[in-house]
């Protein structure tokens, strides 16, 4: 079809009151030659039906409307197949500037010029389709309380589902529980597992083929392409031989996790009756009685400690969150044994979440339950073939010595995962001390191994990526996920990571943590059918393309990628895996030949973008200012700059970006070059606290402003023309200040010396 571009402005919400509306249109027909502009009161409701139709029946293939913000629309607003930019005239010019002003008029012409020029060089979406067909069954990793539950809901939905547990049976650590702690009102006797339901669900789904005794020896490819390869683990079959090969569309990592065991760590660790608590849950388990190691006499009293015993933070540093309400659970045990049994649990914090509340305080009305808070400074056997602990700073103040049969530490989790980063480098550096080309980088390879060392045969999922055979992994070893906006989904597309191998969480929660893992699979195949990108950029159609033939093989796109979306050739050429892309652009913003782009965002695009704007003469004290702001946060928190009644700035001209990871360097060149005074870099926040969208664009670009700096020095430009800013989507308030600060500067350091050139 051939390509005919139409422009509306709308009328209303202020704008014909705070703008020339016909101005605008001239610049749409004489400047850019746009063959059709009309004005519309409305751009919502029924204007936006008769924009719709209009674009019908004058063959638009691409459409610039001048209006509200892009945020306000729904993703099926428009036509099939018309490309479609809307322009928040009033969010980003009309609201926060002051109307019928010369300044304000310049705003809008400007943005409206941009998003022309934007749509002048975008191309229409093709979704991508492999030559494959996307697979949609589904892989559950671990036949827990999570995995079993992930089988279940994906299988109920009507999804095929493989599920693998490298143990003989399926259960976990569910099934090597006596009780557990209440899950419903009133929240205070201990139930049944309900374990054996849950592998009779999955035993009886005729869509769940369950593997045991079975691990994941290899997976290769991408989300919908998956070939997974199952490595038996002994139990009757040779160990490393391959039981089965097949294809999913997604992949559940629900491999549950390990007890943290301190005792080494202790001076009272070796003494035969200081045992962990998942010891004394499997004694009652498996005899219904509580007795004592060293001589099989039945325990009359139990001293619990908290946090596995150990005050030496470095050991085991977070909360493992089924800690406090196993003690209380054990506790009930050995009173419900012997109505004169004795329970002492001391402790730093108790934590018993919720309606479990309830639970805490029925262990507090137990005479038979002694609760206190302080630190066990010692244990020791007090010679009657007992225990005597003494504990300091209990909260009445005094050092308390107690005498009982047993002693039960808390074991903290440990995730049963592996971190795919580290093991990728610990591999490289072995190849490095071998094949390096200089004794510096053998030595510094030589390091790294020995930093690394640990992780060695650590593997899990067994993955065929370039960055590493496992999902990265946190601070404390558990798999990464977006803590903040999408919990389930980890830097590796299509691999969700549930339960207690995601974060520490009892079973209540791991079955309704592998319900919402399950739904992401199923979204994630459903989806990536129909060439789809999932979270954040839910929907996006587009997908990178590289013109290998200018590749340098510098590995920059790999290296940087947040998803590990690329592989790589021994030569180092990259191997795109389409599917597993979140479209976030940061390999097009780490290529510095710009070989990567996408139909609807690239490095010309933008640089069109910026070309577009009409720059002020130095005399007409005019600044200019570039702000390339991120979608996920800056966008939304300039638009509720005007309409929570804050002051713009007439000077900045805003161009919206995927992610701070996808500026490229030639972006700013190029606005330095147009004479641009500035540009202001405007992204998420990143850290503990909050966390980039797409993990770490913000990051990349703290990292390359030191490449822009040394541009800008070759330019013989101040490197203070450039400045990079965080927030998040409701710190708005900081985004006056931010502009004002930064004209500031450059009134003091003088316009750009390129200015007219």
């Not at 997604?250 to 009272?268: C, E, F, H, S, V």
């Not at 309400?325 to 054990?330: D, E």
């Not at 459903?526 to 999932?534: D, K, L």
Request: one cysteine or more.
């Amino acid at each position: 079809m051939e390509e005919k571009i139409g422009v509306f402005i709308c009328s209303g919400y202020g704008i014909a009151e705070a703008l020339d509306i016909d101005a605008l249109c001239t610049v749409a027909t004489s400047e850019f030659s746009v063959p059709f502009c009309e004005v519309v009161e409305t751009c919502e409701g029924p204007g936006l039906d008769s924009i719709n139709e209009k674009i019908q029946a004058e063959g638009l293939t691409k459409v610039v409307i001048g209006g509200i913000s892009p945020r306000r629309y729904a993703d099926n607003a428009f036509p099939e197949g018309v490309i479609v930019e809307p322009v928040g005239l009033r969010e980003q010019v009309v609201w926060p500037l002051p109307p019928d002003d010369e300044d304000t008029q310049m705003a809008a012409e400007d943005y409206l010029r941009m998003y022309i020029a934007k749509v002048k060089g975008m191309e229409p979406l093709e979704p991508f389709q492999p030559e494959e067909e996307i697979n949609r069954d589904i892989l559950v990793v671990g036949g827990g309380v999570a995995g079993m539950t992930a089988a279940i809901e994906a299988s109920e939905a009507g999804y095929v589902v493989r599920l693998v547990e490298s143990s003989e049976a399926l259960g976990g650590w569910l099934a090597k529980q006596h009780k557990s702690i209440p899950t419903k009102t009133p929240f205070q006797d201990l139930e049944d597992t309900g374990v054996e339901t849950l592998i009779g669900q999955v035993e009886g789904s005729d869509r769940i083929h369950v593997y045991t005794s079975a691990r994941t020896s290899e997976i290769i490819g991408a989300p919908g392409l998956f070939d997974v390869t199952l490595a038996s683990t002994g139990n009757g079959k040779p160990e490393g031989e391959v039981v089965d090969e097949f294809k999913v569309g997604a992949i559940i990592q629900a491999t549950g996790w390990k007890p943290n065991d301190p005792r080494k760590d202790l001076p009272y660790g070796d003494l035969d009756d200081v045992v962990l608590n998942v010891d004394l849950e499997a004694m009652v388990k498996d005899t219904g009685k509580i007795l004592r190691p060293s001589d099989g006499k039945e325990v009359k009293s139990i001293a619990f400690l908290q946090c596995g015993g150990c005050t030496n933070k470095k050991h085991h540093s977070y909360c493992s969150s089924i800690c406090c309400m196993t003690s209380l659970k054990q506790a009930m045990y050995l009173r419900e044994a012997d109505e004169e049994a004795k329970a002492f649990i001391f402790y730093e914090f108790m934590r018993t979440p919720g309606l479990y509340e309830d639970f805490y305080r029925k262990a507090q009305d137990d005479p038979g339950v002694f609760l206190t808070r302080g630190d066990v400074a010692e244990v020791s056997k007090n010679g009657n073939g007992g225990l005597k602990v003494t504990a300091k700073d209990t909260m009445v103040g005094e050092e308390i010595e107690v005498e009982v049969d047993l002693v039960v530490l808390a074991a903290g989790m440990i995730p049963n995962a592996a971190d795919g980063e580290a093991i990728r480098l610990l591999e490289d550096a072995k190849v490095t001390v071998v094949e390096g080309d200089s004794e510096a980088k053998k030595e510094a390879a030589a390091k790294t191994i020995e930093e690394l060392g640990r992780h060695e045969g650590t593997e899990i999922l067994n993955l065929g990526y370039r960055q590493g055979p496992d999902l990265p992994s946190l601070e404390y070893g558990f798999p990464d996920s977006h803590f903040i906006c999408f919990p389930y989904e980890s830097r590796r597309t299509g691999i969700y990571p549930t339960g207690a191998a995601r974060e520490p969480m009892d079973g209540l929660g791991s079955k309704e943590d592998a319900t919402g893992a399950a739904l992401k699979a199923i979204q994630c195949v459903e989806m990536t059918s129909r060439g789809e990108a999932v979270h954040p950029r839910a929907g996006d159609k587009s997908y990178p393309d590289f013109m290998m033939s200018r590749c340098t093989k510098c590995k920059r796109c790999t290296e940087e990628c947040p998803f590990g979306v690329l592989n790589e050739e021994k030569d180092g050429t990259p191997l795109l895996q389409a599917t597993r892309c979140r479209r976030c652009g940061t390999c097009m913003g780490a290529c510095p030949e710009r070989i990567i782009s996408f139909k609807d965002f690239s490095v010309n695009i933008v640089n069109e973008m910026i070309k577009a704007v009409e720059v002020p003469e130095e005399w007409d004290e005019k600044p200019r200012i570039l702000v390339l702001a991120c979608e996920n946060d800056a966008v939304p928190a300039l638009d509720s700059l005007g309409q929570n009644g804050l002051k713009g700035n007439p000077w900045i001209r805003v161009i919206p970006i995927r992610c701070l990871g996808s500026v490229n360097i030639v972006w700013v060149t190029q606005a330095m070059s147009q004479g641009f005074d500035g540009v202001i870099l405007l992204g998420c926040k990143y850290g503990d606290d909050y966390q980039c969208h797409f993990i770490k664009g913000s990051e990349l670009a703290s990292v390359r402003e030191k490449n822009v700096r040394e541009k800008l020095e070759q330019m013989a430009m101040d490197v203070e023309r450039v400045e990079l800013h965080q927030l998040q989507i409701d710190e708005y308030g900081k985004l006056p200040e931010i502009f004002e600060k930064f004209d500031e500067l450059i009134e003091d350091i003088g316009y750009n010396p390129f200015k007219g050139m």
